[in-house]
């Protein structure tokens, strides 16, 4: 990385993408590993991910299926038989895909249904990258494809004296195919989804072929039939045969469109007519190398990169752009949620109780111009559906807990994300405390009408994960309590939300010094496991879940007893043997079975609720033990392998995890300007901000021993503070850490260098 730095700080940041081609060197691309996470099953996660090929926030990406259609596990390392290149919007196989369609050359014999189209390849034979994907199966074919936002090109090359057939597959859950042979097209719809969208939902793709279709038909399910042009059923697919010249290779162009069939080819002719797989490959290429080029990692090992690049990858694929661009160039979108067409943007697939952590926050920092599009498109989906989404796929779905719109609307506006009406983001926000959506319960709030009177969710009016949605209220409520200041709104109202920032307290049980759910009557559940996962939490148990007071560490420090119980608080989520009670499952879901082979103890990094925890030792004055940890954690939790990641990725969550405390801080609480100390990984990494500055952050003595921070430098004057301010960071600079081998127990003790708690706030008292 070190030879393309002073290359690179010429170009940045406007002319990144142009200098880079003339370039032979490694560039951030080449480092990422899009199978990183993919060796997962239903039972066990290392990410489940899949390798997508794709621009960044593409609306559309593609990946090789080797599982059958239906699954949400599309593309599994272990397995060694392919069934289609798909077209896919899938944000986790926990939500399943939705509008998704499949491609497959065969070579030889004509095999229609998923279930029998099954071709052997190896990993050997197999290139996946961002921007493209090839693969030579074990008969001799070989495909390459690469994509835009709205469109894919493959290059087909099929082996000598065998039938040349490709299959299109429109899923199953209603669709529809047209050959068009004379003009070489195919046309179709297919209306897969997994809840999530209007009844008039459909998405309407079209290929173009380069050669002549000598032979075709279609296929219901049930009949193959000859020469037949047209097919609609639960389950449709269509074949072409081609006799493509030897030495030759069958270009295939796509695209399609959530709005209409001409929309799609507007967007084919936009993106794809004409050009072939180098082409794309080539411009998908500049993109990723333009917004990966965002942060310059240098001075790491080879894996370190890679696992780096991987990750920033991974963040930036979600939430997808949803919209499409008309004849006349504007932004227009299908709404998911009130299956309309609308002028502007929208974004989807993403779960907001993953993604408020770290993932908008990145965004934010680094790529304000998305996080404007992205509050765009959270006030038209409250616009279009009367609720800010919490998490969408594409519309409203019914999945975890929290309002965690309102950090993430919050976070970006405080930082300066402006949208053109805060008065109607500020109403959609204070609508999400006084309801719930009446078909998806995880939208707006559950329980409100008890959290709004008692200052919690009881356990015992059969809400549950009561205790997680009364810690994640009062974090969004302190989030709408700093807009309120913010917009200068009535002091009443101000008062109101600064208190429900506080009821967080209401759950803490000072016998366990834990968070705990409670009754109707105002009494604890009589029953209390801390090793208990469900019930009055989500995903996690009350040893993961107590931390979630992000806007308040001081105030959780008081009610523990003090910073040194707090310590030994955080210390003993390690030192506890990793053993739990799986009773409200009935069974061992995979996040509790990746903790215990994680050897942590009870930290359970392969979910996000915790993910924040060990930035906490800062609040306490004892950075250090942050600094330790964290590395830990970065070293024995992540690769850039197929195993790569702990449990689920999420969304890019676990990735941002990963950037962020790569570079060295990280957002515990969204909503403040201030990122958490960690230590940085790298010996040197270079932001370059949207506003042309450049932050430079250096700590040339760091090894995995000098993982201590002994000093540090901004801008050339000692800083002893445990935390960095968002714009502070954006006027650049430099920021050098001196590392060492053992703790500098002097170094953030002080109360002036802690970072912001709620408590502590001068104006609450
Ligand atoms: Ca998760």
């Known amino acids: 990385m070190v030879a393309r730095l002073f290359f690179l700080s010429i170009c940045l940041p406007f002319l990144l993408t142009s200098c880079q081609q003339s370039k032979k060197t490694v560039e951030f691309v080449d480092y990422v590993n899009p199978l990183m996470g993919t060796e997962s099953t239903f039972a066990f996660s ?75 390849f190896s990993h050997q034979q197999e290139k996946a990258t961002p921007y493209n994907y090839s693969v030579t199966f074990d008969n001799g074919l070989q495909t390459s494809l690469s994509a835009t936002s709205r469109g894919a090109v493959f290059e087909v090359s099929f082996p000598e004296k065998e039938d040349q057939y490709v299959v299109v597959d429109a899923y199953h859950g209603g669709s529809s195919i047209t050959i068009e042979p004379e ?3 195919v046309k179709g719809a297919t209306r897969y989804n997994n809840g999530g969208v209007p009844d008039n939902f459909a998405n309407y793709f079209m290929m173009e072929f380069s050669h002549p279709v000598i032979e075709y038909g279609t296929y219901n399910g049930d009949t193959l039939l000859h020469h037949q042009t047209d097919v609609a059923a639960d389950y449709t697919c269509a074949y072409l045969k081609f006799d493509v010249p030897a030495g030759e290779k069958l270009t295939i162009r796509t695209a399609s469109s959530f709005i209409s069939p001409e929309q799609a080819a507007i967007n084919f002719n936009r993106e794809v007519a004409d050009a072939d797989v180098q082409l794309i490959s080539g411009k998908a290429r500049e993109q990723w190398n333009n917004y990966l080029g965002r942060v310059e990692a240098e001075g790491g090992t080879d894996e370190q990169f890679r696992t780096f690049y991987s990750c920033l990858y991974r963040t930036l694929l979600f939430p997808r752009e949803f919209y499409e661009f008309d004849s006349q160039g504007n932004p227009v979108y299908y709404s998911p949620y009130d299956g309309n067409v609308h002028d502007g943007y929208m974004y989807t697939d993403n779960g907001f109780w993953d993604t408020f952590r770290a993932v908008h926050p990145l965004f934010t920092l680094l790529y304000p111009e998305v996080s404007e599009r ?34 993430i609307l919050v976070d970006a506006y405080l930082k300066g994300v402006r949208v053109e009406d805060v008065e109607t983001l500020y109403k959609g926000l204070i609508h999400g405390t006084e309801a719930v959506h009446p078909e998806v319960s995880s939208t707006g709030r559950l329980g409100y009408e008890y959290y709004n009177k008692l200052g919690y969710v009881p356990c015992d009016v059969k809400i549950h994960e009561n205790a997680a949605r009364t810690l994640e209220y009062a974090y969004d409520d302190w989030c709408i309590y700093q807009l309120a200041k913010e917009l200068k709104r009535p002091k009443k109202e101000i008062a109101l939300f600064a208190k429900r920032a506080m009821n967080y307290k209401n759950l803490f049980d000072s016998e366990s010094k834990l968070m705990r759910g409670k009754q109707k009557d105002g009494k604890f559940a009589p029953e209390f496991s801390p090793l208990k996962w469900g019930g009055d939490f ?80 800062d609040y306490a004055g004892q950075p250090w033990k942050a600094q330790y940890w964290l590395r830990e954690v970065m070293n024995r939790m992540y690769t850039a392998g197929p195993d790569g990641y702990c449990g689920d990725e999420d969304n890019g969550q676990t990735s941002a995890w990963y950037v962020f405390s790569a570079l060295g801080f990280y957002p515990v609480c969204p909503g403040t300007d201030e990122y958490i100390l ?50 502070e960071l954006l006027q650049g600079g430099t920021i050098d850490f001196k590392m060492t081998d053992r703790p500098n127990m002097q170094r953030g003790t002080q109360e002036s260098d802690l970072p912001y708690s709620f408590s502590k706030d001068e104006k609450v008292k």
């Open 46 to 120: 290392h990410g489940n991910t899949y390798p997508a090929v794709a621009v960044p926030w593409g609306m559309n990406f593609w990946s090789p299926q080797t599982g059958e259609n239906g699954s949400g596990w599309m593309y599994t390392y272990a397995d060694s038989l392919m069934r289609g290149f798909r077209q896919t919007h899938q944000p986790s196989p926990w939500m399943n895909d939705y509008g998704t369609f499949s491609i497959m050359p065969l070579a030889g014999e004509l095999k229609m249904s998923h279930k029998e189209r099954l071709v052997p």
């Open 183 to 185: 003009n070489r097209l």
């Open 374 to 407: 992205v509050t765009q498109s959270i006030l038209n989906a409250y616009d279009e559906s009367g609720f800010m989404p919490e998490w969408a796929s594409p519309g409203h779905r019914g999945c975890m807990v929290g309002n965690n719109s309102a950090s």
């Open 538 to 617: 989500t995903e996690g148990n009350s040893w993961h879940y107590s931390w979630s007071v992000f806007h308040d560490p001081q105030g959780l420090i008081d009610l523990m007893g003090g910073k040194e119980m707090f310590v030994t608080m955080l210390d003993s989520v390690f030192s506890v043997p990793p053993i739990f009670d799986d009773s409200y499952y009935g069974q061992v879901i995979h996040e509790i079975r990746e903790m215990t082979v994680m050897n942590m103890g009870n930290y359970a990094h392969g979910n996000q609720p915790i993910q924040h925890m060990i930035y906490l030792y």
């Open 678 to 727: 960690g230590a940085p990984l790298f010996k040197k990494a270079t932001l370059h901000f949207e506003n042309g500055k450049n932050l430079v952050i250096t700590a040339s003595d760091n090894s995995d021993t000098n993982r201590y921070v002994d000093e540090m430098r901004v801008n050339g004057t000692v800083y002893t503070k445990n935390y960095l301010k968002h714009n």
